[in-house]
């Protein structure tokens, strides 16, 4: 059946090209047309693969240079060339080559007074543009002066040509040359204008597809930058502003909502982040290398480092690929031992990180094991003590040990330097003695002698409430957050007031990480939020006041850097209760962000955690993701993001603290180390923390291993103890990625404790335990990379 059909097909089409008189034709035009209506795109397409669209063509040009055309015949021909042609990706390049497309234009010029024959050469032509060249052919022979005559204001007449003419227009303004041509002209004003005109006399909604049409011809003009610019020139953002906001009141006018928001937020000028710089607050030397040479490293890991190890695979002897084997009988076949990849006698440097393979064991029997990490003894019993910083304010000493107000235990009053440790009893000691703590596997006292050590590029002195105190976990599951309906448009709209009502706009930097008078703001602005960062894992760099209760906050790039803008970590207070702030994080990186899809941002409050309450909770309201008009200062071609979140505060003039995620510093790693080592039964558990190496910073990366202690000393047991496998386990390779540390935090307990299966992990196996592996990173509020540049995760 389908041979005779080909073959049918091919003579219908043979003829049609050759056909010498009128009632042929139209008898050949009517059988093409049925068959292509009564089927589905798959006769379209197997029409075009035999030649379908050249026929087509041919005929439109013999039929159209005939001293009197036969709109009899064109009128149907050029009807199913513009339904063929809809489907054929080539029709353009097919219809300059047979000539075509001047012919077309021709006929189009000859009856630009009847409407019908007029938008059946208009389809055809739009068709036709699907090839740039093509368009642009046309804009050389003026076709966008003939088209564009078309495009009448309102009417209620031969609006389907109205309609063809704005579609072809759309079309021809693929190619940028038409674009540069239109702006030269006025077109762009004009479509402005043509679309205000249909916008408000439009009364009864019945011209919807037109008004759509002249919008998607306002979005071909503005992806060249001379057609955005004359779109802004002539004040369009604030018409197609004011034309939205009538759409959204009627129901009728959704589908102009969209294209009109998207057109505004393309014209939207691009400005450069309020900064001085791209590049990171924060620099670190390397050694031997200057600091300004960060950008060279910026493209030098884009790609992962591929594994070597298969190269054994393709070295095997021959014997070894005998495919026949069973493959379960050797395992070495499957596996083969891979060589050392340094001399034998480099790895004994290694030895002192496997201390449970030297151990004697000599104190088994006894009640009470020794304990190797004594020294640390000393930093709970004799260095507990630190006194208040305040940066901004004394604390008073009118304040009375039994009444505290929430302010008196601001973040800024808990300092973490040994100076900051000597002294006389302080408020952090009533403070504990009045509330107390209750949080397992931490201790203030020792947290804030443990930061001591703790050593940042920005010399942080401050200890971040939440982290000082701790807290619990939720007490519920938290599920995901329920997206409002068109909430990211209403953030748009709010944003593009900005150009619109300039003068409404406060613009007033309330903190700056890059000036120290804009650090602790509170005497500055009194009447705004005020804002801090500067502790260990906060990411903070820039908080500016837009409206009176809405700022756009900046963060900070990683170090000697000017990316990977993600992680954020910071302190609000001097709020009011019960008022919805919006806050917009405008250099976010990623294309796209779990916020779109439930996940909410974290919040400490330090008056909650003071009546009992200390938990990280999820917060915000009408949290969206999406791109804004930002760029970088220097001029990268990569856009930004907004996350933007509306947070309405319990309690007035409160202290909290905002994060991407349950933030888990360096600090309470060693601190919770401390207290996990000093817990275990030393006669069940072998455990030891050691350091790894020193970090670029100064910093110790732990190491901590945990087994299961021999029976007793005899060799059997001594011997099982020793042949244990390994396994490996690692944590915080980027440092914004905070919810690892968590996983690694339940990991560590559960493997000390006293459960079943617990105690058979560690009898079957030893654990080699690397908590954070970029210590440096999560000091420094880093998002992806260490002290250096590249992310450790591409180097590994």
Known sequence: MAAPSSSGLEVLLGTLQNA????????????????????????IHHMISKGGSEALLTAL???????TPNYTILLPLLHLLAKVGHRDRQIGLKAQKADAVLVVLGLLRQNVENARRAAACLWVLRVFCSSVTTAELLGKNRGLDVVFRLMSPHTTKHLRTVKAAADAFTAMLCSKMNCRTAVAKGYIADLLKLYEDWHNNDTNLKNVPIRRALLYCLHLAASSSVGRDAIVAVDGISLLFQTTQTCLTMKGLESLVEPAIQLMRKCNPKIPLPLTSDRSAYSFPLPSRPVDDWEADLELYDGSSEDDSEEDAENEEPDNRDYEDDLETDVNKLRPRPEPDRPLEQLGQYVHLCPELHHDFQDLDSSSEVDESSDDDSILEGESNYKLNDHRNSASPSIRENHFKTNDFHKHYFGCSRKGQEGQSSMVDRLLEKYGTSIPNHDPRLYAATAADTKSIAGYSILAFPDFWGHLPPQEQEPMAKRPPHVQRKKVFEDLKRVICPEDMINKVVFDMDEPSLQCPSDVCPSSLRFFSKFESGNLRKAIQVRSHEYDLILNADVNSSAHCQWFYF??????????????IINCEKGNSQCNYGMQPVLYSVREALEG????LRTGSEICYYRNNFCPRRGQKHPFYTLTFTVTFRHEDDVCYLAYHYPYTYTTLQTHLKMLEKSVDPRKVFFRHQNLCDTLGGNSCSLVTITAC???RAWKHLHQLRNRPCVVLTARVHPGESNASWVLKGTLEFLCSDDPVAESLREAYIFKIVPMLNPDGVINGNGCTSSRNPSLGNIH
């Open 710 to 712: 021999p029976t007793s």
């Open 613 to 616: 309450r200390p938990h990280w």
């Open 20 to 43: 010498g008189d009128m009632e042929s034709m139209l008898n050949i035009l009517n059988v093409l047309d049925e068959l292509l209506s009564a089927g589905t795109d798959r006769r």
């Open 61 to 67: 040009v013999n039929s159209a240079r005939s001293f």
């Open 571 to 584: 302190e609000v207070s001097g709020m009011m209760a019960n008022v919805p702030y919006r806050f917009n």
